[in-house]
Protein backbone atom coordinates (compact mmCIF):
# COMPACT_ATOMS: atom_id res chain seq x y z
CA UNK A 1 0.00 0.00 0.00
CA UNK A 2 1.74 3.57 -0.95
CA UNK A 3 1.72 6.02 1.83
CA UNK A 4 2.03 9.10 -0.28
CA UNK A 5 -0.88 9.10 -3.06
CA UNK A 6 -1.30 12.71 -4.78
CA UNK A 7 -5.23 13.80 -4.96
CA UNK A 8 -6.56 16.67 -6.85
CA UNK A 9 -7.73 19.84 -5.55
CA UNK A 10 -6.28 21.79 -2.31
CA UNK A 11 -4.72 21.20 0.57
CA UNK A 12 -5.88 24.35 2.10
CA UNK A 13 -7.06 27.50 0.31
CA UNK A 14 -3.68 29.36 0.20
CA UNK A 15 -0.81 31.16 -1.49
CA UNK A 16 1.64 30.25 1.17
CA UNK A 17 3.02 26.83 0.72
CA UNK A 18 6.28 25.45 1.22
CA UNK A 19 7.75 21.67 1.21
CA UNK A 20 10.54 20.82 4.00
CA UNK A 21 13.12 18.53 3.15
CA UNK A 22 11.22 15.84 4.85
CA UNK A 23 8.48 16.21 2.79
CA UNK A 24 6.16 17.98 5.60
CA UNK A 25 4.08 20.45 4.07
CA UNK A 26 3.50 23.82 5.86
CA UNK A 27 0.68 26.44 5.12
CA UNK A 28 -0.11 29.51 6.63
CA UNK A 29 -3.77 30.74 6.12
CA UNK A 30 -6.73 31.54 8.03
CA UNK A 31 -10.19 31.60 6.11
CA UNK A 32 -11.00 35.89 5.83
CA UNK A 33 -14.25 37.13 7.94
CA UNK A 34 -13.40 34.02 10.52
CA UNK A 35 -12.88 35.47 13.43
CA UNK A 36 -14.40 34.98 16.84
CA UNK A 37 -13.42 38.06 18.79
CA UNK A 38 -14.90 40.78 16.42
CA UNK A 39 -17.92 38.68 15.54
CA UNK A 40 -16.82 38.74 11.79
CA UNK A 41 -17.17 34.51 11.61
CA UNK A 42 -20.96 35.33 12.61
CA UNK A 43 -21.69 37.72 9.92
CA UNK A 44 -22.84 37.04 6.32
CA UNK A 45 -23.67 33.32 7.01
CA UNK A 46 -26.12 32.39 4.28
CA UNK A 47 -23.30 34.30 1.99
CA UNK A 48 -20.31 32.56 2.47
CA UNK A 49 -20.03 28.80 1.51
CA UNK A 50 -18.12 27.28 4.03
CA UNK A 51 -19.77 29.38 6.92
CA UNK A 52 -23.29 27.66 5.33
CA UNK A 53 -22.15 24.41 4.96
CA UNK A 54 -20.88 23.66 8.56
CA UNK A 55 -23.16 25.15 10.05
CA UNK A 56 -20.95 28.32 11.61
CA UNK A 57 -23.67 29.46 13.94
CA UNK A 58 -24.88 26.47 15.68
CA UNK A 59 -22.17 25.64 18.47
CA UNK A 60 -22.97 22.64 19.95
CA UNK A 61 -20.69 20.05 20.22
CA UNK A 62 -21.10 16.72 17.81
CA UNK A 63 -24.11 14.59 18.36
CA UNK A 64 -22.10 11.44 17.45
CA UNK A 65 -20.19 9.34 19.56
CA UNK A 66 -17.12 7.10 18.80
CA UNK A 67 -17.75 3.23 18.30
CA UNK A 68 -21.25 3.95 16.84
CA UNK A 69 -20.45 0.87 14.51
CA UNK A 70 -18.37 -1.93 16.51
CA UNK A 71 -20.95 -3.97 16.82
CA UNK A 72 -23.64 -3.19 13.79
CA UNK A 73 -26.95 -5.18 14.28
CA UNK A 74 -26.17 -6.20 10.09
CA UNK A 75 -23.19 -7.35 8.09
CA UNK A 76 -22.55 -8.47 5.10
CA UNK A 77 -19.65 -10.94 5.61
CA UNK A 78 -17.27 -11.93 2.31
CA UNK A 79 -14.20 -14.21 2.74
CA UNK A 80 -14.03 -12.44 6.64
CA UNK A 81 -14.35 -8.95 5.74
CA UNK A 82 -17.47 -7.07 6.23
CA UNK A 83 -19.17 -5.28 3.24
CA UNK A 84 -21.26 -3.13 4.56
CA UNK A 85 -19.79 -1.11 6.87
CA UNK A 86 -16.46 0.11 4.69
CA UNK A 87 -13.79 2.67 5.48
CA UNK A 88 -13.44 5.58 4.22
CA UNK A 89 -10.65 8.59 4.41
CA UNK A 90 -10.36 10.24 7.51
CA UNK A 91 -8.47 12.87 9.13
CA UNK A 92 -5.77 12.68 12.11
CA UNK A 93 -4.32 15.11 13.98
CA UNK A 94 -0.91 14.22 15.29
CA UNK A 95 0.08 17.13 18.00
CA UNK A 96 -0.70 20.53 18.42
CA UNK A 97 2.61 22.69 19.43
CA UNK A 98 2.64 26.25 20.91
CA UNK A 99 5.43 27.77 18.25
CA UNK A 100 5.52 30.80 19.10
CA UNK A 101 4.44 33.40 21.77
CA UNK A 102 5.00 37.41 21.84
CA UNK A 103 4.95 37.51 25.30
CA UNK A 104 8.55 37.29 27.53
CA UNK A 105 8.16 35.59 30.19
CA UNK A 106 8.67 31.56 29.59
CA UNK A 107 5.41 30.56 31.39
CA UNK A 108 1.90 31.06 30.12
CA UNK A 109 -1.41 29.89 30.81
CA UNK A 110 -3.53 29.44 27.40
CA UNK A 111 -7.23 28.50 27.24
CA UNK A 112 -10.15 28.41 24.40
CA UNK A 113 -10.38 25.55 21.68
CA UNK A 114 -9.80 24.04 18.79
CA UNK A 115 -12.39 22.04 16.68
CA UNK A 116 -13.18 20.28 13.71
CA UNK A 117 -15.92 20.24 11.82
CA UNK A 118 -16.61 17.35 8.73
CA UNK A 119 -19.08 16.49 6.59
CA UNK A 120 -20.26 13.33 8.84
CA UNK A 121 -21.49 16.28 11.93
CA UNK A 122 -20.85 20.02 10.71
CA UNK A 123 -21.00 20.28 14.89
CA UNK A 124 -18.14 21.23 16.54
CA UNK A 125 -15.45 18.38 17.29
CA UNK A 126 -13.22 19.39 19.80
CA UNK A 127 -9.59 18.26 19.84
CA UNK A 128 -8.71 21.15 22.71
CA UNK A 129 -11.49 22.64 24.89
CA UNK A 130 -9.68 24.71 28.01
CA UNK A 131 -11.83 27.48 29.99
CA UNK A 132 -10.57 30.32 31.34
CA UNK A 133 -11.16 29.37 35.25
CA UNK A 134 -8.65 26.20 34.25
CA UNK A 135 -5.83 27.25 32.04
CA UNK A 136 -3.04 24.86 31.21
CA UNK A 137 0.43 25.96 31.90
CA UNK A 138 3.25 26.07 28.57
CA UNK A 139 5.78 27.66 27.01
CA UNK A 140 6.88 28.37 24.05
CA UNK A 141 7.92 25.07 21.90
CA UNK A 142 5.64 22.81 24.45
CA UNK A 143 3.16 20.63 23.02
CA UNK A 144 -0.48 21.43 23.96
CA UNK A 145 -2.74 18.09 25.44
CA UNK A 146 -5.46 16.93 23.43
CA UNK A 147 -8.45 16.43 25.00
CA UNK A 148 -10.00 14.85 22.03
CA UNK A 149 -11.31 14.73 18.95
CA UNK A 150 -14.80 12.89 20.47
CA UNK A 151 -15.26 10.55 17.57
CA UNK A 152 -13.56 9.97 14.43
CA UNK A 153 -12.76 12.97 11.95
CA UNK A 154 -14.05 12.07 8.10
CA UNK A 155 -12.41 13.56 5.16
CA UNK A 156 -14.25 12.71 2.47
CA UNK A 157 -13.54 15.91 1.07
CA UNK A 158 -13.08 18.85 2.96
CA UNK A 159 -12.36 19.59 6.64
CA UNK A 160 -13.04 22.96 8.72
CA UNK A 161 -10.39 23.63 11.60
CA UNK A 162 -12.33 26.27 14.45
CA UNK A 163 -10.22 27.77 16.71
CA UNK A 164 -10.02 30.87 19.49
CA UNK A 165 -6.94 30.35 21.82
CA UNK A 166 -5.82 32.61 23.93
CA UNK A 167 -3.15 33.75 26.93
CA UNK A 168 -4.59 34.91 30.35
CA UNK A 169 -3.02 38.06 31.28
CA UNK A 170 -5.26 40.12 33.69
CA UNK A 171 -8.20 39.21 35.91
CA UNK A 172 -10.88 39.94 33.30
CA UNK A 173 -11.14 38.77 30.40
CA UNK A 174 -10.88 41.61 27.95
CA UNK A 175 -7.45 41.71 29.22
CA UNK A 176 -6.39 38.59 27.99
CA UNK A 177 -4.51 38.59 24.75
CA UNK A 178 -5.75 36.43 21.33
CA UNK A 179 -3.31 33.91 20.50
CA UNK A 180 -5.02 32.34 17.34
CA UNK A 181 -8.78 33.00 15.59
CA UNK A 182 -10.42 32.20 13.04
CA UNK A 183 -11.22 28.67 10.92
CA UNK A 184 -8.64 27.00 8.35
CA UNK A 185 -10.02 24.60 5.58
CA UNK A 186 -8.09 21.27 4.94
CA UNK A 187 -8.84 20.08 1.74
CA UNK A 188 -7.71 16.70 0.08
CA UNK A 189 -4.97 17.64 -2.41
CA UNK A 190 -1.47 17.03 -1.74
CA UNK A 191 0.10 13.42 0.10
CA UNK A 192 -2.01 11.47 1.75
CA UNK A 193 -0.94 9.06 4.25
CA UNK A 194 1.96 11.24 5.16
CA UNK A 195 2.17 13.70 7.75
CA UNK A 196 1.49 17.75 6.95
CA UNK A 197 1.39 20.80 9.22
CA UNK A 198 -0.41 23.99 9.16
CA UNK A 199 1.01 26.03 11.22
CA UNK A 200 -1.81 29.04 12.47
CA UNK A 201 0.04 32.68 13.19
CA UNK A 202 -2.36 34.79 15.26
CA UNK A 203 -1.86 38.42 17.09
CA UNK A 204 0.29 37.26 19.78
CA UNK A 205 1.77 34.11 18.53
CA UNK A 206 1.07 31.10 16.94
CA UNK A 207 -0.10 27.30 16.63
CA UNK A 208 1.87 23.93 14.89
CA UNK A 209 -0.89 21.91 13.77
CA UNK A 210 0.65 18.37 12.53
CA UNK A 211 -2.08 16.01 10.80
CA UNK A 212 -2.25 13.42 8.08
CA UNK A 213 -5.06 12.47 5.85
CA UNK A 214 -5.77 8.53 6.19
CA UNK A 215 -7.32 6.60 2.97
CA UNK A 216 -9.70 3.69 3.60
CA UNK A 217 -9.30 4.21 7.53
CA UNK A 218 -11.33 2.96 10.48
CA UNK A 219 -11.42 4.67 13.58
CA UNK A 220 -9.72 2.83 16.99
CA UNK A 221 -10.99 3.75 20.60
CA UNK A 222 -8.20 3.21 23.06
CA UNK A 223 -9.74 2.14 26.69
CA UNK A 224 -6.89 1.68 29.46
CA UNK A 225 -7.00 0.80 32.82
CA UNK A 226 -4.18 1.13 35.25
CA UNK A 227 -4.64 -1.30 38.52
CA UNK A 228 -2.59 -2.18 40.81
CA UNK A 229 -0.78 0.49 41.42
CA UNK A 230 2.15 -0.15 44.21
CA UNK A 231 3.29 3.72 44.26
CA UNK A 232 2.53 6.72 42.55
CA UNK A 233 4.26 6.90 39.07
CA UNK A 234 4.65 8.81 35.91
CA UNK A 235 3.44 7.62 32.67
CA UNK A 236 3.44 8.58 29.24
CA UNK A 237 1.63 7.00 26.48
CA UNK A 238 2.31 7.18 22.90
CA UNK A 239 0.68 6.03 19.72
CA UNK A 240 1.96 5.62 16.14
CA UNK A 241 -0.62 4.94 13.76
CA UNK A 242 -0.72 3.64 10.18
CA UNK A 243 2.86 2.98 10.05
CA UNK A 244 3.64 6.49 9.83
CA UNK A 245 6.98 7.54 12.22
CA UNK A 246 4.53 10.37 13.67
CA UNK A 247 3.82 9.74 17.57
CA UNK A 248 0.49 11.37 19.23
CA UNK A 249 1.07 11.83 22.47
CA UNK A 250 -2.44 10.37 24.22
CA UNK A 251 -0.90 11.07 28.32
CA UNK A 252 1.33 12.01 30.16
CA UNK A 253 1.03 12.58 33.69
CA UNK A 254 1.02 11.08 37.39
CA UNK A 255 -1.21 8.06 38.54
CA UNK A 256 -1.62 7.50 41.96
CA UNK A 257 -3.94 5.23 42.26
CA UNK A 258 -6.06 2.62 40.04
CA UNK A 259 -7.81 4.53 37.32
CA UNK A 260 -9.35 4.66 34.01
CA UNK A 261 -7.92 7.07 31.82
CA UNK A 262 -9.91 9.05 29.42
CA UNK A 263 -10.57 7.26 25.92
CA UNK A 264 -8.56 7.92 23.07
CA UNK A 265 -10.05 8.07 19.65
CA UNK A 266 -7.36 7.04 16.16
CA UNK A 267 -7.47 7.04 12.95
CA UNK A 268 -6.19 3.92 11.32
CA UNK A 269 -5.95 2.74 8.04
CA UNK A 270 -7.20 -1.11 7.77
CA UNK A 271 -4.85 -3.44 7.46
CA UNK A 272 -2.58 -1.37 9.32
CA UNK A 273 -1.88 -1.03 13.49
CA UNK A 274 -1.87 1.46 16.14
CA UNK A 275 1.84 1.12 18.21
CA UNK A 276 1.12 2.03 22.01
CA UNK A 277 4.09 2.82 23.74
CA UNK A 278 3.89 3.40 27.72
CA UNK A 279 6.64 5.07 29.60
CA UNK A 280 6.55 4.14 33.11
CA UNK A 281 8.53 5.82 36.26
CA UNK A 282 8.65 6.06 40.13
CA UNK A 283 10.74 7.19 42.68
CA UNK A 284 11.43 3.80 43.79
CA UNK A 285 12.46 2.07 40.84
CA UNK A 286 13.89 2.58 37.28
CA UNK A 287 11.97 3.49 34.15
CA UNK A 288 9.91 0.67 32.81
CA UNK A 289 8.91 0.81 29.16
CA UNK A 290 5.80 -1.53 27.39
CA UNK A 291 4.55 -1.14 24.07
CA UNK A 292 1.73 -3.18 22.35
CA UNK A 293 -0.22 -3.52 19.16
CA UNK A 294 -2.88 -4.25 17.77
CA UNK A 295 -3.92 -4.70 14.08
CA UNK A 296 -7.08 -2.99 12.87
CA UNK A 297 -10.25 -4.02 11.22
CA UNK A 298 -13.84 -2.89 10.72
CA UNK A 299 -15.46 -3.75 14.02
CA UNK A 300 -15.03 -5.23 17.15
CA UNK A 301 -12.21 -5.28 19.95
CA UNK A 302 -9.12 -6.50 20.96
CA UNK A 303 -7.67 -6.63 24.54
CA UNK A 304 -4.01 -6.87 26.01
CA UNK A 305 -2.70 -6.87 29.35
CA UNK A 306 1.13 -5.31 30.49
CA UNK A 307 2.22 -6.83 33.80
CA UNK A 308 4.94 -3.74 34.64
CA UNK A 309 6.63 -3.41 37.74
CA UNK A 310 4.33 -0.81 39.11
CA UNK A 311 1.06 -1.82 37.66
CA UNK A 312 -1.25 -3.83 35.94
CA UNK A 313 -2.62 -2.11 32.34
CA UNK A 314 -4.69 -3.49 30.60
CA UNK A 315 -6.10 -2.03 27.13
CA UNK A 316 -8.92 -2.18 24.84
CA UNK A 317 -9.45 -1.03 21.02
CA UNK A 318 -13.01 -1.16 20.22
CA UNK A 319 -12.98 -0.89 16.18
CA UNK A 320 -15.64 1.00 14.15
CA UNK A 321 -16.00 2.38 10.51
CA UNK A 322 -17.38 5.62 10.89
CA UNK A 323 -21.33 5.87 10.05
CA UNK A 324 -23.39 8.15 7.74
CA UNK A 325 -24.17 11.80 7.67
CA UNK A 326 -26.48 12.78 9.70
Not at 98 to 103: C, H, P, R, T, Y
Not at 163 to 188: C, N, T, V, Y
Not at 253 to 273: P, Q, T
Request: hydrophobic letters at 40%.
Amino acid sequence: MSTAECHKGELVVSDKEELSDDGECTIDYILPDSRHRDGSIYRNIMDSFWKKEYRIAERKETLLEAMALSDPPSCIIHEGTCLQHVPCSMLQIFSLELAKISVNGGLVELYGYIAVRDDLDPLLNYVVNVSRDEPIIVQQGSLINMSGPKRGIDMMDYALIEFDMRIKAGKQEEDDLQLIDGASMIGPAGLWNNPSTIHISGDSGAIDLTFSRLEAAVEATVEVHISEVQSTLTMSLGCLTSGLNKEILLFDGAIAESCYLKKFVVAVILDFSIDLKFKLGSLFSNSDQRCCCFESKNHGHDTQEIKADFALISVKVTWSTLPRAI
